[in-house]
Structures are given as structure tokens and as C-alpha cells.
């Protein structure tokens, strides 16, 4: 699901990870509030279970805070914990961490700048370190939508559990990612989507992942949604698939203070 370089508003629902990452997921607000030390924050909980032949349970945590700390720089975090078994086997358990700045952010021309943790049972991975800055750049803002773009450099050094067999990846990328959000149905109806591209710079090593979030509000807090996630590497560990695709099913809680 892998929340961030910048937003105009905090990280949910990644991708699975920069890893997107996972998984990250995206969080974004269209109120457009000019208070400073404005808070924000979401908490996600989804999961899909199955018993018969396969017995499988996925949950998933999201998470996203946002602090305006001062009219010129945001601070935001998005950390999430994704964890699943199937027959009673452990098959997932995805931990991501994230810090991220954005200077300037109240204007549609910003700069944004990232540092993240990551670790993953689903792909071997047994740390990635992550840290990145770059441009971001509002498309479209008004009280219904809102879509972003931003590119950066990328560093990432990722330590893989099988070293014998594959060698850990240290190198340069390119991150593209666009997100955005839209209301409907007197803002009954939310979606929101996040895609981040990160080909390799210094190396062949392509990645790329997203979601969908498909919200239907309840209260003014309290939603009930859909989390569709697709992530893609180009380079696995031997045994690993190089695409996921995750639908789960929850609630969520958004709030501003």
C-alpha cells in the first residue's frame, strides 16, 4: 500500500512502497486552510480474510500525519505496517518509515525532500534505506480536486536477506510521481490516486508502483473504502515474483485540527 516525497496535504494510503514505495499511500485534503501549525492527520485500517482450502488473513495500518511548522515549510509522515499469512505462514509483513519537508509549499512552484526506512518479508528485503530531493508542482487546486506532480533524485541502498545469491543494490534514481484527489456526490464520494515511475540511473533497475483508494464518507471523519495496490521491481531476490497486486477493504479516519 509504499505516504512520500511532497503533498499538498500528509501520505496514506503507499504503494507498497518507495519502495513505492510500498507502498505508500496518499493523503490528500482539499481544504485549503492558511493556519499555521495547522495539524492533519489519517489512520487507515483494511484487510480481506479467507478460510476453506487456503486459510489467508491481510491487514493493513495506514497511517499520515501533516505540520504545518511554519508559513514556508511543512513537515509530514506517513508510516505503515502491512501483515498477512496464509495456511499459517507468515507471507507478508511489510514496515515502512518516512520524514518529509516541503519548503515553499504554499505556492504551486515548491520543494520537497525525503528520507525513508523500509523492510519487507514479501520481497527479501531486509533494510532499504532511501533519500531524496527534488521540484514539486501543483496541476490543478481547487475545493473539489487537487493533482500534484513532483520529480526528484533518488539515492537508495537496499540490503537483500539472501546475500550469497543477490548482492545488495546501491544506486541513483529518478522518481516521477503523480497523485491527486477528487470529490463528488456534495463530497460524499472520494477518490484518490498515487503513482510513483523510478527507473535507475546508475544501473539498469526499474520500479514503479500505486493505488487507487476509493472512499465513501459515513460522518465527516469516519469513511468506509477500497485499497487497490499494484507494485512492480525489475530486479527481485530469486523465488520473489516482480509484481504484487493487493485489494483490501476497511475503514478510515481523517481529521484536521
Known sequence: MQILEDQDIPKEES??????????????????????????????????FSTGNVN??????????ELDLHKIFRLSFSPYLIYGEQNKV????????????SLFYRKNFHYVGFTSIERSNLRKINSRHIGAAGLAFKLLKSKKAL????????YENTD???????????????????????????DKFVIT????????????NIRWNG???LRYMVSKKVSIRAVIDDSYESLVV???????????FGIGIDGIK
Do not use: C
Not at 148 to 153: K, M
Open 238 to 248: 530469486p523465488g520473489r515474483m516482480k509484481n504484487d497486486f493487493r485489494l483490501t
Open 211 to 213: 493505488n487507487i483508494i
Open 56 to 65: 489467508r488473513k491481510l491487514f493493513a495500518i495506514r497511517t499520515g500525519f
Open 193 to 204: 490516486h498515487l503513482l510513483y515511475f523510478q527507473p535507475g540511473i546508475s544501473q539498469h
Open 15 to 48: 504503494a507498497a512502497p518507495e519502495v513505492i514505495q510500498p507502498d505508500n499511500e496518499i493523503i490528500l485534503y482539499t481544504d485549503f486552510k492558511q493556519d499555521l501549525n495547522l495539524f492533519k492527520y489519517h489512520l487507515g485500517i483494511d484487510g480481506n
Open 147 to 154: 493533482r500534484t506532480i513532483n520529480n526528484l533524485i533518488l
Open 90 to 101: 507468515l507471507s507478508e509483513r511489510e514496515l515502512f518509515m518516512d520524514l518529509r519537508g
Open 160 to 186: 537483500y536477506v539472501n546475500n550469497d545469491r543477490f548482492k545488495d543494490r546501491r544506486l541513483w534514481r529518478n522518481s516521477t510521481k503523480l497523485q491527486g484527489e477528487y470529490k463528488m456526490n456534495k
